[in-house]
């Protein structure tokens, strides 16, 4: 049996899949956090989270990297650790840095920040020859409307720092620029009390489908797992609306996405990571938007395990033990599955969803999940609006996605001004 150290947690999806993935590889974890609240509100009344099944909770100011890693080496002293894991992007540096420090497998520290960095990755891929958009790094609105004379509108406006897609915005104008170059700079602080770089990342918009290649790198040997596809909305922002995996690809796109997410990889340096790296397709060939060093988020690790026996959260737990993953695929009974994201009509609060009866009475649903009346519905500008989801297979072909929009078009959620 393993112990492993996990270094705080994103509260969705992923803070129930690597527990269990601890759980059932026959391991135990202690759970480091500076704020147990966080999750304790995260989890439904009367349900314990599963990060409390962690054999000892330990507290800490996980954002105080200086005074972390001497409090982890008398941690670990006491309870010996087998390796650092954490499945939140704020925290794969100190995650990395603890690891190293305590001589335990992982990535080096170095490249998990560049790869957490926007900037950085743009700069170290630019350096490698992987291709990507043009860019700019800036540091005030003066210097964002230069740059943004050189690379010419349309352009991505993006925060360098920041997760889930928060305040990544389309900007067609100078005016569009100022307005989301001021709502970036007034979010100083992110969710868990960190302070933000003061700058801001200008990339070229991209053209054509967008899509994520699922990696699992160990022992310098970075291994392609799959290429899931995305479907995004509620533009100028870039919500991620749905899934797909396996991507609905011609062989010639597939390869190229996957012939260009690992040098990606092995530019950064990444090792003994799982990664998603995601891809746009462009007329002018496949482009870097951006390389991720832990699983993909919003369930796409569920949609590779229905379809290939894969166990990406498994993966995950391995290779911050120094061990080799099984990456064997396995007959399922699916040949595709899809999620699509359940997004407010209007903002409020929840009273319920319409049609939840029928849906999940569909023999192709997997999963199906909505908030609970009483939650609030913001603004769709981000991954962090959805109400719920839906995840649907096929066994024959890849019409997993249609199944899921046919369900979500029967999902009405209904939301009042309160």
């Not at 609240?37 to 507290?59: F, K, M």
């Not at 958009?133 to 406006?157: Q, S, Y």
């Not at 100078?174 to 970036?184: K, T, V």
């Not at 590779?304 to 391995?318: F, P, S």
Request: glycine share 10%.
């Amino acid at each position: 049996m393993a112990h492993l150290l996990m270094v705080e947690s994103w509260v969705g999806s992923m803070s129930r899949l690597l527990p269990r993935a601890i759980r059932e590889g026959g391991h135990e974890f202690t759970f480091l956090t500076r704020d147990l609240h966080h999750y304790l509100r995260a989890a439904p009344e009367g349900v314990a989270h599963p990060l409390l099944s962690a054999r000892h909770i330990l507290t800490a100011d996980t954002n105080d990297t200086e005074r972390l890693l001497p409090f982890a080496e008398r941690a670990h002293a006491s309870l010996r650790f087998d390796g650092v894991i954490t499945s939140c992007d704020y925290y794969l540096p100190v995650a990395a840095a603890i690891a190293a420090g305590l001589n335990l497998p992982g990535p080096t520290p170095t490249a998990v920040e560049n790869a957490c960095r926007k900037d950085a990755t743009r700069r170290v891929l630019a350096e490698a020859g992987v291709p990507g958009p043009r860019f700019a790094v800036c540091g005030d609105h003066a210097e964002a409307v230069r740059a943004a004379g050189k690379i010419g509108f349309p352009l991505v406006l993006k925060p360098v720092d920041l997760c889930a897609g928060m305040f990544v915005r389309r900007v067609d104008d100078e005016a569009g620029l100022a307005e989301a170059h001021r709502a970036l700079m007034d979010f100083s602080v992110n969710a868990r009390g960190q302070s933000r770089a003061p700058v801001v990342l200008l990339e070229e918009f991209l053209h054509g489908p967008e899509v994520s290649v699922e990696t699992v790198t160990f022992a310098g040997r970075t291994e392609v797992v799959g290429v899931t596809d995305k479907s995004t909305g509620a533009a100028p922002a870039f919500v991620e609306t749905g899934h797909m995996f396996p991507a609905a690809l011609t062989e010639e796109d597939a390869r190229a996405a996957r012939e260009t997410a690992v040098p990606a990889v092995e530019a950064l340096g990444l090792d003994a990571v799982v990664a998603h790296t995601e891809i746009k397709l462009t007329p002018d060939g496949p482009r870097v938007v951006e390389v991720n060093p832990r699983p993909a988020g919003n369930r796409i690790t569920e949609l590779v395990r229905h379809v290939t026996g894969i166990d990406l959260a498994a993966a995950c737990v391995n290779v911050a033990l120094g061990r080799e993953p099984d990456l064997r695929p396995r007959p399922t009974g699916l040949h595709s599955a899809a999620i699509g994201f359940l997004l407010p009509g209007a903002v409020g609060v929840l009273e319920g969803v319409d049609g939840l009866d029928e849906v999940g009475a569909a023999p192709d649903v997997l999963e199906l999940s909505v908030a609970t009346p009483g939650t609030r519905a913001a603004e769709a500008d981000s991954n962090n609006a959805y109400l719920g989801h839906v995840m649907a297979g096929d066994p024959d072909g890849p019409g997993a996605r249609a199944g899921v929009e046919a369900h979500l078009a029967r999902l009405r959620p209904r939301v009042v001004n309160r």
